[in-house]
């Protein structure tokens, strides 16, 4: 019993390991904007998180699986992904004096 339950932690430790190895994290991601002459911060969702990996890594099945965030700043302009245009578009804050979350960090993963 004690070495089926030995073979059944290493073949866990051996799966999750081959899983980590699959991810890479990009630190201060940026995209190009249409509307936009240089790179911009990327704006924190799901949607743009998860079409920044699919482009950086060139595979569709890729996800994003873990992000940090840290505040734009008020009269700003940042990166959001149009789904609908499937390109970039530059989003302004305003100035409404809080906190815009931005990616500091987005790990991607193959799914």
């Given at each position: ?49 998860t079409q920044f990996c699919k ?40 100035s409404k004096n809080q906190c ?12």
């Open positions: 019993m004690k070495t089926l339950i030995a073979g059944v932690m290493m073949t866990g430790m051996i799966a999750s390991g081959a899983f980590a190895a699959e991810q890479v994290t990009y630190k201060y991601p940026t995209k190009a904007a249409s509307g936009s002459s240089y790179a911009k911060y990327i704006f924190v969702s799901a949607t743009n998180g482009e950086m890594r060139g595979n569709s099945n890729d996800r994003i699986v873990a992000g940090e965030m840290l505040c734009g700043e008020d009269e700003s302009s940042y990166a959001e992904f149009d789904p609908v245009s499937q390109t970039w578009q530059v989003k302004s804050t305003g815009y979350p931005v990616f500091k960090e987005i790990t991607c993963s193959h799914r």
